[in-house]
């Protein structure tokens, strides 16, 4: 069984801190990982993708990959209220492939 | 900026009767996937749907469940029966058919089913 696991939190930091949210997955034949944000009630949206080791890194947000240890992880600088949400980490096993979930760690900002 | 539009955004509904929820991808869009959410719980995987057929579907994905894209435009999830664990949100969500982006989905707003 294919699993993405993520602590549930909440992760709770003060605004302006960063926010540092992790990700381990099961099967190192994973290719693609993503990082979804999903506010409350709403719908998951996508904020980064990253296919090959190492960091990404787009505006306050930074994805880093790596396969050897099978861990993800979302740096958010910067950290503002607006980013308070639940943050969902997603693997594709194959090209085509299914996203797969974790169950999304909680993150709240304090002003 | 172009969206997965879905409805109803809320239905309730009597066990055992039958519900068709609706979706309307991004009209370039190749690759049509519906997934559910139970409250608190993960989002999870039902089906996927490409060129007219499905490609892959989850274990959740039993005989109650079907899909269609009847018209080119509309992509539909039907569940013949519903059930009590049946209460759930369900997304649609779609993408384009570039390589590259295999998990990069775009997600309706989400259809909220109460089944009493």
């Known amino acids: 069984q294919k699993e993405v696991e993520q602590n549930s939190g909440p992760l709770s930091v003060p605004e302006g801190a960063i926010a540092s949210l992790n990700c381990t997955y099961s099967?190192?034949?994973?290719?693609?990982f993503f990082w979804y944000r999903q506010y409350s009630g709403k719908s998951p949206e996508l904020i980064m993708s990253?296919?090959?080791?190492g960091d990404k890194e787009d505006g306050r947000f930074t994805a880093q990959l790596n396969k050897a240890s099978q861990y993800v992880s979302l740096l958010i600088r910067d950290s503002q209220p607006s980013d308070s949400a639940t943050y969902l980490c997603a693997v594709t096993y194959n090209q085509g492939g299914k996203l797969i979930f974790g169950q999304g760690t909680e993150l709240s900002v304090k002003p | 900026e172009p969206e997965v539009t879905q409805t109803p955004s809320h239905q309730v509904t009597q066990m055992g009767q039958e519900v068709i929820l609706r979706c309307v991808p991004i009209s370039n869009h190749l690759y049509f996937y519906w997934y559910r959410q139970i409250l608190g719980q993960k989002v999870e995987f039902l089906v996927s749907f490409y060129n007219n057929e499905i490609s892959e579907k989850s274990e959740i994905f039993d005989d109650q469940f079907s899909v269609e894209r009847p018209d080119g435009s509309n992509f539909t999830l039907k569940i013949r029966s519903t059930k009590l664990e049946d209460s759930a949100m369900y997304f649609c969500?779609?993408?384009?058919?570039?390589?590259?982006?295999?998990?990069?989905?775009?997600f309706g707003e989400g259809s909220r089913l109460t089944v009493l």
């Open positions: 099967d190192r034949g994973s290719q693609s």
């Open positions: 969500a779609s993408r384009s058919g570039a390589m590259r982006n295999t998990g990069e989905l775009f």
């Open positions: 990253i296919y090959s080791n």
